[in-house]
């Protein structure tokens, strides 16, 4: 698995390729937490090249949801996880575990970013 990470003012993106499995997931895990320990808590993972997802990778990407949420500046305004370019294969495993339903898709990287 391979992450880049751009900054934009509000916002971070990871660009996810590759696969989130029992042995990647912890390196996501980090990158995630590295970003909340800078209190930055608006987050989107670009999926586009992502291959592979297991149970391990979608904990993480749960988890990460919560903590973010839980951040808020205002009732209004607060941190969340919002996935972009979610490839066909895998918004199939979203589906079939309700994970499309708790996050905010969207279909470029541009559009999720501008969404905050």
Same mark, same amino acid.
Request: aromatic share 8%; proline share 3%; no cysteine.
């Given at each position: 698995?391979?992450?880049?990470?751009?900054?934009?003012? *509000?916002? &971070?993106?990871?660009? @996810?390729?590759? *696969? %989130? &499995? =029992? =042995?990647?997931?912890?390196?996501?895990?980090? #990158? @995630? $937490? #590295?970003?909340? !320990?800078?209190?930055?808590? *608006?987050? @989107?993972? +670009?999926?586009?090249?992502? !291959?592979? %997802?297991?149970?391990?990778?979608?904990?993480?990407?749960? !988890? =990460?949801?919560?903590? #973010?949420? +839980?951040?808020? %500046?205002? $009732?209004?305004?607060?941190? /969340?996880? *919002?996935?972009?370019?979610?490839?066909?294969?895998?918004? !199939?495993?979203? $589906?079939?575990?309700?994970?499309?339903?708790?996050?905010?898709?969207?279909? /470029?990287? @541009?559009? =999720?970013?501008?969404?905050?």
């Amino acid at each position: 698995m391979n992450i880049e990470h751009r900054r934009f003012n *509000r916002v &971070d993106l990871l660009e @996810v390729s590759g *696969r %989130i &499995d =029992a =042995a990647t997931s912890s390196q996501l895990k980090q #990158a @995630v $937490d #590295a970003l909340f !320990e800078e209190g930055r808590y *608006r987050i @989107v993972l +670009d999926l586009a090249r992502l !291959e592979y %997802i297991s149970s391990p990778g979608l904990r993480v990407l749960i !988890e =990460a949801r919560k903590k #973010a949420r +839980d951040w808020k %500046i205002t $009732d209004l305004e607060g941190g /969340d996880i *919002r996935i972009a370019n979610l490839p066909p294969r895998i918004k !199939e495993v979203f $589906d079939l575990t309700g994970f499309t339903s708790l996050f905010e898709l969207y279909g /470029d990287s @541009v559009e =999720a970013v501008g969404s905050f």
